[in-house]
């Protein structure tokens, strides 16, 4: 049997710890020498329908999945003079970098690749960067991906006012980049430009695949609560068009009937004071509300004394629902709790069970999205809410049937959700590790 013998790379120290180890042959080079325009954007002026409009690239833009900026036609139109246009004009494989926003999920500091045809300026929030003769831009592109994604941007953020800002100047000054010869640039691109549009194709089906799911989700909770779970049966028109016909011995009746509301008060305070959080209070917001499946058992805010006396407590067990940014998102309280004014809070009547109600207003969040009000987010007008009728059965034990029914059917959805999910960790984190290794060069291509 013929045997094979594995060439192994000489490696070297980089002496830069995030780097760690290099080829021999690669050297590194301070950012800073590796950039050789540096410019900051503009947001220009209202746009006139005349000569000096142009296409504004934002934050927004940015598709970050895929290192570059989205295909949308839905794009910012601004007015510039033309010495500005003529200093912004972004060209091909022009880098983008966020230099202020971010949030908790995606710190700022993501980079995108400019390779688009049409002609294009860059919003104020970013600066675009021009690459010198030793380093092609699609490669730097790959070193800035994989130093955000590993977290080493976050060396540089400064936040004020809850916005994060970049100290660009610092981290092109203090960080090196490593750099193989342009050939070898060159092969790194278009291997990773391989295998990571193979990993974003498996991640693309993987995401559909839970959208859908959810979807089926969705309408077998509908079904359950508008039809029942009995078979076949005598059915009437129940005169709202979301919920069409339903078992002849149900009712609609409207929320303000079948449930007491309270909505939340912590309303009339300055929204960032300090002086009333930070105590023993569990404290709901919308995004508790939205991060828990069924039930909420885990809270990220608390309220002291003060707090507390500019609040209003809700027991245990009662069904919460936001109406504010993600409005209609539904779940039951596990521990008495305070919420904002954002939050409402619903008891059922002594003949509707918690859980039943929970998969009745589950069914209804596309309901509640459309009746909302559209300003700069959504929000929920609790007097619609409580004018929205909803199917019920009186009939608790054909409650406790819906419920059974649904506890398990949707279980069995989220199982399968789940490994879809696992998977869509697991590509992310394969593919983050691949950029890594390559171009540091402990991965030859």
Request: glycine share 6%; net charge neutral.
């Amino acid at each position: 049997m013929e045997s094979m013998v594995l060439k192994m790379r000489k490696m070297k120290a980089s002496g830069i710890e995030w780097i760690g180890e290099i080829p021999e042959g690669w050297e590194v080079h301070r950012m800073k020498s590796c950039i050789s325009q540096r410019d900051g954007g503009a947001w220009g002026d209202e746009a006139t329908g005349e000569t000096g409009d142009c296409i504004c690239l934002r934050i927004a833009d940015f598709d970050y999945e895929h290192f570059r900026f989205t295909d949308s036609n839905n794009l910012t139109i601004r007015h510039y003079a033309s010495p500005i246009i003529k200093k912004l004009l972004l060209q091909k494989n022009d880098i983008l970098i966020e230099k202020s926003g971010g949030g908790e999920k995606t710190p700022v500091g993501r980079t995108v690749l400019f390779d688009k045809e049409y002609p294009a300026l860059f919003a104020n929030f970013m600066d675009r960067l021009r690459c010198s003769d030793f380093i092609l831009p699609q490669y730097l592109q790959y070193v800035f991906v994989t130093f955000y994604k590993n977290r080493y941007t976050q060396n540089y953020i400064k936040q004020t006012t809850g916005i994060q800002n970049l100290d660009l100047s610092s981290m092109l000054a203090d960080e090196f980049v490593p750099v193989p010869n342009l050939n070898e640039q060159k092969l790194i691109v278009c291997y990773l430009e391989s295998k990571c549009s193979k990993i974003d194709n498996l991640l693309s089906k993987t995401r559909s695949s839970i959208e859908e799911y959810k979807k089926l989700k969705q309408a077998v909770i509908t079904q359950a609560v508008t039809k029942g779970v009995r078979g076949k049966r005598e059915m009437k028109d129940s005169g709202v068009e979301w919920i069409g016909e339903i078992p002849k011995e149900w009712v609609c009746e409207k929320i303000k009937y079948a449930t007491s509301i309270s909505r939340g008060l912590f309303n009339h305070r300055p929204r960032n004071d300090e002086r009333y959080y930070n105590g023993k209070y569990p404290f709901i917001q919308t995004g508790d509300v939205a991060n828990a499946t069924k039930y909420i058992v885990s809270y990220s805010q608390t309220l002291n004394e003060l707090g507390k006396a500019v609040s209003k407590e809700f027991p245990k067990g009662t069904l919460t629902m936001t109406i504010a940014a993600n409005v209609g998102d539904v779940a039951i309280l596990n521990f008495d709790a305070y919420f904002p004014d954002s939050v409402v809070g619903f008891i059922p009547n002594k003949n509707i069970r918690t859980l039943y109600l929970f998969y009745v207003f589950s069914a209804m969040k596309d309901e509640f999205t459309r009746t909302a009000i559209k300003s700069t987010q959504l929000n929920l007008n609790i007097d619609r809410v409580k004018e929205t009728f909803i199917p019920v059965t009186l009939n608790v034990n054909e409650q406790c049937e819906i419920e059974n029914y649904l506890e398990s059917k949707c279980a069995e959805i989220d199982g399968l959700i789940a490994k879809k999910e696992q998977l869509v960790k697991e590509l992310e984190s394969y593919k983050k590790s691949l950029i890594y290794e390559v171009v540091t060069g402990k991965q030859e291509v």
